[in-house]
């Protein structure tokens, strides 16, 4: 999504995550996806990666300006990883039980947090940054994750409808991912 909105080329090499490529593990001694090569830079870890995508081609900006509307930013994405994407996490890789747990804490926690969603254009922010890049992509894979969100989620529910008619969003989806959507249809 970065990428995209950033309007920056790359060639992008997809890979299967189980049967890494010795290029991929010789970049990043985790041997995780997404990895980042540019020029001599390895970089992995997608927060990071999007930081550096972000001072690396400064227009559009996606982090504000100001060091504390910055510094919460990056703490709105911590939060976002940690207590969001490590819930998903559960549900793609747990067993049932704890799969079922993580559903239901993560349905919860985001119904809670909705009235966030509606304060601004926005997440907490009248401008697209780098937070709405780390929540979009959560957004789109609730119906795959069996996450239904209570229909008192409604300003998430319109802010997720914003993100995923946004230009920079619809570009970045792969195949396989407008395939979850399609796959639900």
Not at 92 to 97: A, K, L, N, Y
Not at 118 to 133: H, Q
Not at 173 to 182: F, G, I
């Amino acid at each position: 999504m970065v990428l995209s909105e950033k309007k920056i080329s790359v060639g992008v090499v997809d890979v299967d995550a189980h049967n890494l490529p010795s290029e991929v593990k010789e970049a990043n001694p985790y041997g995780t996806v997404p990895t980042l090569v540019d020029r001599d830079l390895r970089l992995y870890e997608s927060q990071i990666i999007m930081e550096y995508l972000d001072e690396r081609f400064p227009h559009p900006p996606l982090l504000p300006v100001d060091p504390v509307a910055r510094a919460n930013a990056r703490l709105f994405m911590y939060r976002i990883d940690r207590d969001w994407y490590s819930l998903m996490r559960q549900i793609v890789h747990g067993s049932d039980t704890d799969a079922a747990r993580a559903r239901a804490e993560l349905r919860d926690s985001l119904a809670t947090t909705s009235p966030l969603f509606g304060a601004n254009r926005f997440f907490m922010n009248e401008e697209f940054s780098l937070v709405d890049c780390c929540i979009a992509p959560l957004l789109w894979r609730l119906p795959v994750l069996g996450v239904d969100l209570p229909g008192s989620a409604i300003d998430l529910t319109h802010y997720a409808t914003r993100m995923f008619e946004w230009p920079s969003f619809r570009l970045s989806l792969t195949e396989a991912e407008r395939e979850m959507v399609a796959d639900l249809t």
